[in-house]
């Protein structure tokens, strides 16, 4: 199918064309919310056509092919102008977490190179701040209200025509040992991933020119972008985008937007069958929902409520295509994500690379074809060759994840790539923290954790050894979670924090984390920990 398509613009255009008057993208109402608060509906040709002026205008300041230009546009509309714009000109996308502080934003504007920012208004001045901080000190533009001339851009880093293997974002995600890294995402990627999607069969059916997927996940993560948003792009269909997750709107919100289809995390499902139970329970259109990391005590109570089935799936931004439990009869509440395809095969592996036999715990290694392993993946990790290889190491890429095949193919999942905590649909780089930790003056060690919670999935857990002669106590915890709290996003800053006399240490003094605890132990209730989880609010 991706033989039909160079780019995403050029999907976009070819859906266009046929569905001018289609919906593709919708936000459902949300009073007091500083973009159409009443709910909008676009048609592919209305956003094309605001894509198409952007493009000129980005033209007529030299962006083309292989620049980079980073966005802070949330959820709204104008992201889909602007990256639809980009896409046109061989231009990559940089879409920037709204939640960013001042250093992940000066992080991510100097590495990936940023040639501009486009920012909504009320960030405009946290970008700039940021910039100026950055070698390149791109200018930074406000979405709402841009000047009649862009910046200049300097000459373009690529020449030949736009092709699928053309950059067209740069998405980050959480590594394991330090910054975020940034994946370089190519036109092909994009198209495999929603056309993957839009592609699974039985139980996960889509239907061209018809499907409403209602997705409150951020539009910086690959799977609202690359995997619903281009999905719908294929199949014509539209992508229904809220701010965020509103558990006490959620119904009213998939009813009012004739949603046929809801995306989820494991932090839904509890959330809304904790509400009273209510006659409009199943009153709605959804056929069902798509996700990953339901606990599977709700799994058949979630679907027996709502009526509708829980598609359990797995996917990483390095991957773009997923995985999907739908045959019936589908494995409710086992972890079950899928079986590997012709176009994703898949491996469990012990430490050596050598295959364990079924129903054996082992890390889920994946490829494309033996032709073609990297096919559709990502392209590389940006400025680290070496981690690109390494996670590449014998034409295999490995995810870190931990998973069990049975005799059928059936995939389950057991447990994250290590150091990465899952809070609530957040990829949270352990490693990062540590090092935020460790800059404060009155840390001598820290080592971070995943602590299991039980709304959340996993939450922040930090393991404290102060330097000698500190006092440790409450004032101590308070101002090592204000320390975070200042330097990174909200949902980064310890929910717990625990004081420790000392840390486990290998003979090269790697902290060995899986000694800090005895196993079993509920660390979350030891007596001497501090919760800050009430704390963790956006600012």
């Not at 546009?73 to 977490?97: T, Y």
């Not at 409403?212 to 229904?240: D, K, S």
């Not at 809220?242 to 119904?251: E, N, Y």
């Not at 949603?259 to 959330?271: E, R």
Request: proline share 6%.
């Amino acid at each position: 199918m991706t033989n039909r398509y160079f780019s995403v613009y050029d999907v976009f255009c070819q859906t266009t064309k046929r569905l001018p008057d289609g919906a593709f993208y919708c936000a459902p109402s949300r009073p007091g919310r500083d973009y159409y608060p009443e709910g909008v509906e676009f048609t592919y040709n209305e956003i094309l056509g605001e894509a198409d002026i952007l493009k000129e205008r980005y033209a007529a300041a030299g962006y083309g092919h292989g620049h980079r230009v980073a966005l802070l546009l949330e959820n709204r509309p104008e992201l889909f102008h602007h990256f639809l714009a980009l896409n046109a000109l061989g231009v990559s996308m940089v879409p920037v977490n709204q939640d960013y502080l001042l250093d992940e934003m000066q992080f991510q504007f100097e590495h990936s190179d940023a040639a501009l920012v486009v920012s909504i208004s009320n960030r405009v001045d946290d970008c700039k701040a940021a910039s100026s901080r950055t070698p390149g000190q791109p200018q930074v533009l406000d979405c709402y209200d841009l000047p009649a001339a862009f910046p200049a851009a300097g000459p373009a880093p690529r020449s030949g025509a736009i092709a699928l293997d053309t950059e067209a974002a740069m998405l980050y995600t959480s590594g394991t040992t330090g910054r975020p890294k940034g994946c370089i995402l190519s036109n092909l990627y994009f198209i495999e991933a929603g056309t993957c999607y839009t592609g699974l069969p039985d139980t996960a059916k889509m239907f061209p020119d018809s499907e409403r997927v209602f997705n409150p996940l951020p539009l910086f993560h690959m799977n609202a972008l690359a995997v619903t948003a281009t999905g719908m792009m294929v199949i014509g269909g539209c992508l229904i985008t809220p701010d965020r997750f509103h558990p006490g709107s959620w119904w009213q919100d998939l009813a009012e937007t004739r949603a046929t289809i809801f995306h989820y995390l494991g932090v839904v499902p509890p959330m809304l069958l904790n509400a009273p139970a209510s006659e409009n329970d199943k009153n709605h259109n959804v056929r069902f929902g798509f996700g990953a990391g339901v606990d599977p005590k709700h799994h058949a109570v979630f679907e027996e409520r709502f009526g509708l089935s829980l598609t359990e799936c797995w996917g990483m931004t390095e991957t773009g295509r997923i995985f999907g439990d739908v045959e019936e009869p589908r494995k409710v509440g086992t972890r079950a994500f899928g079986k590997p395809t012709a176009e994703l095969q898949a491996r469990v592996v012990d430490e050596n690379d050598n295959d364990v036999p079924p129903g054996t715990d082992g890390q889920m290694i994946l490829r494309h074809s033996a032709e073609n392993p990297r096919l559709g993946f990502f392209s590389a990790y940006y400025k680290d060759d070496a981690a690109t290889e390494e996670a590449w190491k014998g034409g295999w890429f490995h995810t870190g994840d931990t998973v069990r095949m049975d005799e059928s193919g059936m995939m389950y999942f057991v447990d994250r790539s290590k150091n990465i905590i899952r809070r609530a649909g957040e990829n949270i780089a352990a490693a990062e923290i540590e090092a935020t930790l460790q800059s404060h003056e009155l840390v001598a060690q820290a080592a971070v954790l995943a602590a299991p919670d039980e709304l959340r999935e996993e939450e922040v857990y930090a393991c404290i050894v102060a330097m000698p002669g500190t006092t440790t106590g409450e004032d101590l915890a308070e101002d090592l979670f204000e320390y975070c709290r200042e330097r990174l996003s909200y949902f980064k800053a310890p929910g717990y924090v625990l004081f420790l006399n000392k840390l486990p240490t290998t003979g090269t003094q790697k902290i060995q984390k899986g000694q800090i605890f005895a196993p079993d132990t509920d660390i979350t209730t030891l007596p001497d920990v501090f919760d800050f989880r009430a704390r963790k609010k956006r600012l």
